[in-house]
């Protein structure tokens, strides 16, 4: 009997080795930002999921809140200010930021484009973000839209978000 013939299936798949080379993983726009799914939730059993994410010099994302998963930042490109919770804080790359869930945060980019990884624990999240978002045409931030999106598209995107445990709760902080 071989020693994966009692796991679950979720571990069997979470112990197989997997790689993806820079410019690979599923590309989607999404809010204004280039996310690459580099590692599923389906790949690692659930533990989680982690996306790169490309933003604009300038970009400012609405406070919102995880309720289902913890989200770990990691600052490749780019100097960039988080606020999670009450905290403002001034990241550049190698910083590292924690948010736990149930805690609203956001981010803006104060000089970029930036370029990060977001590690999702547990995974689901990514899923949500494959529905809210739209495959990209190309590996670069998406142009931006002429006109904000109407009420019934933020309806959408909302119920989209709240079936994976995520609420917009405001605008960008600094607003």
């Known amino acids: 009997m071989s020693s994966t ?24 726009w999404w809010f204004g930002v280039l996310a690459t ?14 996306l ?13 809140v995880h309720h289902f998963e913890d989200e770990g930042f990691y600052i490749l490109e780019g ?5 999670v919770g009450e905290q403002t804080i001034k990241a550049h790359p190698g910083s590292f930021l924690f948010g736990p869930k149930d805690v609203p945060h956001a981010f803006t980019v104060d000089s970029g484009p930036a370029k990060l990884l977001f590690a999702l624990s547990p995974a689901g999240l990514e899923a949500g973000i494959r ?13 931006q839209p002429e006109e ?17 445990g995520a609420e917009i709760v405001g605008p960008p902080p600094n607003q």
Request: aromatic letters at 6%; a negative charge.
């Open 148 to 164: 904000p999106p109407d009420e019934a598209e933020m309806e959408r995107l909302a119920a989209i978000g709240a079936r994976y």
């Open 131 to 143: 529905e809210m978002g739209e495959p990209a045409r190309s590996l670069t931030v998406p142009p």
């Open 79 to 83: 100097e960039m200010t988080f606020y």
């Open 5 to 28: 013939e009692n796991q679950p299936r979720e571990e069997i798949n979470a112990s197989r080795t997997f790689a993806h080379e820079p410019g690979e993983g599923e590309a989607l």
């Open 37 to 50: 799914i580099k590692v599923t939730g389906e790949q690692t059993g659930g533990r989680y999921a982690l």
């Open 52 to 64: 790169e994410i490309l933003a604009p010099d300038g970009y400012e994302g609405v406070l919102h």
